[in-house]
């Protein structure tokens, strides 16, 4: 992995390996936040924010500090913890600087905490064994990526409220669906670059 | 060695993240103190930047109307902020219509003071007084149902229009709220206030009010409300009630019959069994000395009544289309549940009121 240049893992982790469309990380929110765009765009950016910022602190704790203290196994806890108190951060900034935002967001914003992409992506990077550049590149990537998928799937409902459908679909079963055949037209990026 | 490493780590880490949050929180979190400008500076306020408008006024003695506490959950605290207050909240849109959003009717407790506001608020609220008072008298007058009054201290007095209401501070364990209760005391009794309060399970309010003994101390604030008697002699009142919605209906009618006479009035009232019926006495009572005094209360349920009942029985509704005649001046005002409100609106349309006419509490 020490290899892989760190565009190509940005547009790896936006496009084929999509965080929310491949590994189905993240749908709580996903599919609670996407009746509007502009929620949408909010989360998203939030997200991607968090995601890209906590993926580096967290890289630097687990190879500066955990690695050599042997504490590897404290890698979960400690993940969580730094997420939880960057999360808190970036709410007092966003209801400092954006108040319709943050209302907007509602219990969503503090819920990014538990949004297990944001987690997955920090694991992700250990697993793979990243360089610190590569860890940044990939918080940034899986960040976009997730922001992509919940503003393309916000403008399709916004669409779908006009549309007939099925009693029994209305409402998450429909977003369900919809995001599983957006994951295949995913596929489709398969192959053009590839992380494991 | 092996637990005492991770034990050191994680406090360590813990306490530089939480260090991090409080220094952030010193610098983010901090708005300085602010002005809150009140009808074109008739009135200006110096507060603490970081609190609700809501409650920046209520330290300033303004008691904006509000029953949920400044939770957003009521929508009763509407007032006009004309700058400093940011964009409309998601958590106001429910309870603002578009007419409101427009002329910048925000609701106060969800404003967050970030810099200097300037407000409209109308003059009536300015006059809203806290009043501290003490139990007078305590009487149950059905089985969860209790006439509390009170006699008031400091301001001695109260000038209020009949169909106004009170806010209780009721103790909380998140500190005190405030229960909206309707004055059934007639304007005339100007030093005491008296209230009907319904028993709720797990109400607050209720809980807090059955639970006081004469002589116990309370704090409210008042008075509040839309209700407006027409001063024409010749408009006939109608006054209808559901289940415990008799406050505002006992207070208009007696203050009608003090400086009226002989003035039209129907009271319409509903009750489930002959268990809920109270003040019918009284009532009879006054329909004796006033004779264009109507009153019809009827039984939703006379089935399961514990006492024989030879009155109406139905919905409410029904008896309000049964005896009015259609299109005469009138004056309606509504105090029950929401489907009795909107039955009988739409009786009362029928019979040719206008909607300005018609006055209504729901809850």
């Known amino acids: 992995m020490t290899n892989t240049h760190v565009m190509i893992i940005v547009v790896a982790a936006i496009f084929t390996n999509n965080i929310l469309l491949s590994n189905f990380l993240g749908m709580c929110s996903f599919l609670a936040c996407s009746k509007q765009l502009d929620t949408a765009v909010g989360l998203g950016s939030a997200v991607t924010f968090v995601m890209t910022a906590t993926t580096i602190l967290n890289y630097a704790i687990y190879h500066w500090l955990l690695v050599p203290l042997k504490s590897e196994h404290l890698a979960f806890i400690v993940f969580i913890a730094v997420i939880a108190a960057f999360v808190q951060f970036v709410e007092m900034f966003v209801e400092r600087f954006s108040p319709k935002l943050y209302h907007a967001l509602g219990i969503f914003l503090p819920l990014i905490t538990v949004n297990c992409a944001i987690l997955g992506a920090s694991l992700f990077m250990v697993n793979r064994s990243y360089t610190f550049i590569q860890s940044a590149g990939f918080g940034l990537g899986a960040g976009l990526g997730w922001a992509l998928a919940i503003v393309l799937i916000a403008g399709l409902r916004q669409k779908m409220v006009y549309s007939n459908v099925p009693r029994p679909f209305a409402g998450v079963a429909i977003t369900m669906v919809v995001t599983g055949i957006m994951a295949m037209a995913f596929m489709g990026f398969a192959g053009m670059v590839s992380i494991q | 060695m092996t637990l005492i490493i991770p034990v050191i780590i994680l406090a360590a880490l813990f306490t530089v993240l939480g260090g991090v949050l409080v220094i952030a929180e010193r610098f983010l979190v901090n708005y300085g103190e602010c002005t809150v400008d009140i009808n074109e500076s008739e009135r200006v306020l110096k507060v603490e930047g970081g609190q609700t408008l809501l409650s920046a006024l209520y330290e300033s003695k303004i008691f904006i109307p509000s029953a949920c506490g400044g939770k957003g959950s009521c929508g009763h605290c509407k007032i006009t902020v004309l700058s400093g207050g940011g964009p409309v909240l998601p958590t106001e849109t429910p309870y603002l219509t578009r007419q409101e959003v427009r002329s910048s ?259």
């Open chain 2, 105 to 363: 009717v925000r609701l106060a407790c969800q404003v967050k003071i970030r810099e200097d506001v300037k407000t409209k608020i109308p003059e009536e609220l300015l006059n809203v007084k806290l009043f501290s008072a003490s139990v007078k008298s305590t009487r149950d007058v059905t089985h969860d149902i209790k006439e509390i009054r009170f006699a008031l201290h400091d301001p001695a007095t109260i000038t209020q229009r009949p169909g106004q209401y009170v806010q209780i501070e009721a103790p909380s364990p998140e500190g005190p709220v405030f229960r909206a209760y309707s004055i059934s005391s007639p304007f005339y009794e100007d030093d005491s206030v008296e209230l009907n309060v319904r028993f709720v399970p797990g109400g607050i309010g209720s809980t807090y009010l059955h639970g006081l003994n004469v002589g116990d101390p309370v704090r409210f604030t008042g008075p509040y409300g839309e209700f407006r008697l027409s001063e024409e002699e010749d408009a006939e009142i109608i006054c209808v009630g559901g289940g415990c919605g008799m406050a505002p209906m006992k207070n208009i009618i007696f203050s009608i019959y003090e400086r009226w006479p002989d003035r039209s009035c129907w009271l319409f009232f509903g009750c489930r069994t002959t268990a809920d019926v109270f003040y019918l006495d009284e009532y009879n009572e006054l329909a004796r000395k006033h004779p264009n005094f109507h009153v019809v209360y009827a039984l939703s349920n006379p089935q399961d009544s514990p006492d024989p009942w030879n009155g109406e029985t139905g919905f409410i509704h029904l008896s309000v289309d049964k005896h009015l005649e259609p299109d005469r001046k009138r004056q309606a005002f509504l105090c029950g549940p929401p489907p009795m409100i909107e039955a009988v609106t739409d009786v009362l349309t029928q019979k040719g009121l206008a909607d300005e006419d018609i006055f209504y509490d729901k809850f």
